[in-house]
Structures are given as structure tokens and as C-alpha cells.
């Protein structure tokens, strides 16, 4: 039987033992969904079982648990460590969902729901392609499943449980499908992340609010200050101006340079999509280079004063905001972050106080195309979709990619199948039925291409 005839002979079931998942709210976020995350883990391993694994157990942690199966082939043969997540994203707001997020729905050819995409279908494809593989004899290699219920916010509990329990998770490669393509007539890898820095910024003038028609003009403003001070890290050429910022960032080679410009991609068509006249960036990049390969820097909130309905004529005591700079490999996240607060401190004025508090941060990642479970997952990808995927370079972050790289030494493919109008976080989420479909013929044939 080929991986296509099983896949047609199992999709029904395939879709139940999704659908079952995603009827559990693992919403990892909320404290009362805590029992929801335990019986999502048990109903995995209940999964994992059926399709093959030799053992499957819920491990705790301090916080959610982990998941962990495996299927050993042989103790000559490759590993290969799975990695995915459980949990999901609250479904807020529920007026503006068309089906209820937790009970899916399959309409316009797709499945609807939250966790359809992100992460439970996609889980899913690299589950059933186990399977399909071990059912046609296709699978050489060990298999180890680790799945993890706190990666939507942070995974703060995953890189003790990793260095607790490195030899249990000894592979040779990691594959990971929680990744999406270029689109759905352009398949393709991600083989490069940004890592992430984070912070809150509080700046205190005058001890209360004051009247701004008595202490104008003569006391400073924090809001006035915060955003002087938020403004100037930008330059008129879109860079960063902290001294040192770009002393590890590397530039892109013009090989890749040349593989970026192959990407499809209509200027216009983006411009209309996000609702902007115009797009703006580093001086001497790309659009696509801006926003996957070179650093950039966000305020993400702002506030202060009075913002309530009408006037008040104050000058505020207080100014708040949020930012957070997107690195590129080899910016390491807790030297650009003192490197921050640093500079902060050094071009603030006397006339206020400015307190820089580090939220969170993670490490870029880079996936060597030479690597042969990347040259696996190329070839498998070519199968399902009828052509080669193209080797991209994503914006977003996944901090723990980098941790498994820094605690197990071991690199990560990112072989995912999402797209962008599948919604993930947001309202209506979906996953295509030929793309949940393709992403179990991709899997399979990665397993018939690794040995």
C-alpha cells in the first residue's frame, strides 16, 4: 500500500482523533483550565499508544506537564526527537467566532477551530505520518515524542525538564511541524528564526499629578520624555541606534539574499492586506529581509496621563511602555537586553526617573540546509506538494528552539504547514483539509528519506 492509500483509507479516523483533542481547552493562559491541560496530556498518550509508540507516559513538571513517547527501531539506528505543544491560545473574543472554537467544524474545506492549526493539527500530521510510516514499513529510524503544555506562554517549566532528563531525549535531530509556508502554492522550510527581547519601561517625573497649566513648560513631562526617548532609538535609515547593537549581527549572505528574492512576493497585495500606503524599514533591505533576517525594534504599548472621555489638563506623574526588539542569530537576548537598559539610563535626563524592567527573551536559530534530516524533509515535501519548497527564513520567534540547541545540543527542523489566512491566536482559526492531508504524506516521507 502506498502513503497516499493509507492516508485515503484512515482520513476519517485521523480527523476524529484530532477532533478529540481539540474538544479538551487546553488553555495553558488560564488557571481554570488547569485539569483541561492534564486530561489533553492523558488523551495524547492514549494517541501516541494507538499509533505505534511503544510507551507513552504524562511526566510532571513544575508547571503543566510533558508529554514523552517513543518507538525504538533499533539502538544502531538514528533518533529523532518530536516536538510540539498541547496547550492554545484563549479563544477571546467569542462574538466575533462563526463555530464554537472548541467544538470543530469542517466547511469550505476546512476544519475550524482553535488548535486546528496551532498546535494540535499539526501535532497531529506528525503523529499520523508516524504512524503511516511504521504501518508501510517505511520507518528506519527511533522515534521520540516530547509534547509540551506551556509553550504559549513562554515555556517556562520545558529547559529544567530538558536538562533534567538529557539522556532520555538523546536524538540526532529534532522535527518540529508549528512553522507555516510561504503559501498554499508555495510549500517551503523555515530555516531560520529571530530571537526575542522584551521590556517594560516606567518613567516618574513630579511625585503626583500636576496642574499643566501651573508646572507647563517648567517641570518635564514623562510622556513628553518616554517618547523622545522611544523616538531616537530609530534613525532615519530604520536603524538601531544603541551603540553596539549590531556588533554580532550577522549580514546575509549573498547566496541567500538571492534565495529571498525567488520568494513570491507582490508589494502591493501586502500593503493592501494590512491596510497601509506605504512600508518603511533599515535602509538597504528588502521587505522580506527586514522582516525575517535583520533586528528590528517595536514599541508594543504606551500609555500614561489621563485617557478617559473628555479633558483634564494634567501633567502626569507617571509614563509606561512596552518594547521589544526582534534579534537575529548570534545576538545573544541577555546582552542586548543589559545593553538596553543601559543606554536607557545613560540618555535619560535628571529632570525624570527611569526604572527598565526585563520581561523575557530568546535566542535566533539557524537551520543548516547540508543537514541531512533537512535534506529528508526537502525531499518529502516535494513529494506531497509536487515541488521543491523553498528554504525561508521566518520574523517570529520560538525561544525554546535555541534552548534545545544550548541544553541538548541538538538542531531543530522546522517542517510546518501553516498558512497565514489559517488565523492562529485570532478568531476563527482554521486548518485546510489538503493541507492536513499533505502535512501526513510529508511526515511519512521524511521517515522513508531518514536513515
Known sequence: MSVKSYIESNKERFLEELFSLIRIPSISAKQEHKPDMQACAQRWTELLLSSGADKAVVMPTEGNPVVYGEKMISPDAKTVLVYAHYDVMPAEPLNLWKSQPFEPEIRDGRIWARGADDDKGQSMMQVKGFETALKLDLLKCNVKFIFEGEEEIGSPSLETFCREHKDLLKADVILVSDTSMVNAETPSLTTGLRGLAYWEIEVTGPNRDLHSGHFGGAV????????????????????????????????????????????????????????????????????????????????????????????????????????????????????????????????????????????????????????????????????????????????????IISTFEQVLGIKTVLMGFGLEQNAIHSPNESCTLDFFYKGIESVAEFYKEYK
Not at 520568494?263 to 538597504?284: C, H, M, Q, R
Not at 542586548?336 to 543601559?342: L, T
Open 220 to 399: 518635564a513631562n514623562p510622556i513628553n520624555v518616554l517618547c523622545k526617548l522611544m523616538a531616537d532609538i530609530i534613525d532615519a535609515d530604520g536603524r538601531i541606534t544603541i551603540p553596539g547593537f549590531y556588533d554580532d549581527v550577522e549580514e546575509v549572505s549573498p547566496a541567500e539574499r538571492e534565495m529571498i528574492v525567488q520568494i513570491p512576493f507582490d508589494e502591493a497585495k501586502y500593503k493592501a492586506a494590512i491596510g497601509v500606503d506605504a512600508l518603511s524599514g533599515e535602509k538597504g533591505y528588502s521587505t522580506l529581509e527586514r522582516n525575517s533576517c535583520r533586528p528590528s525594534f517595536d514599541i508594543c504599548g504606551i500609555w500614561g496621563g489621563y485617557t478617559e472621555e473628555g479633558s483634564k489638563t494634567v501633567l502626569p506623574s507617571k509614563a509606561y511602555a512596552k518594547v521589544s526588539c526582534r534579534l537575529v542569530p548570534h545576538q545573544e537576548h541577555s546582552k542586548i537586553s543589559k545593553m538596553f537598559e543601559d543606554y536607557i539610563n545613560q540618555v535619560t535626563s535628571a529632570s525624570v526617573k527611569v526604572k527598565v524592567t526585563p520581561k523575557h527573551g530568546g535566542q535566533g536559530y539557524v537551520c543548516p540546509i547540508d543537514l541531512p534530516a533537512y535534506q529528508a524533509a526537502e525531499k518529502a515535501c516535494t513529494v506531497a506538494f509536487g515541488k521543491k519548497p523553498l528554504a525561508v527564513r521566518r520574523g517570529g520567534s520560538i525561544p
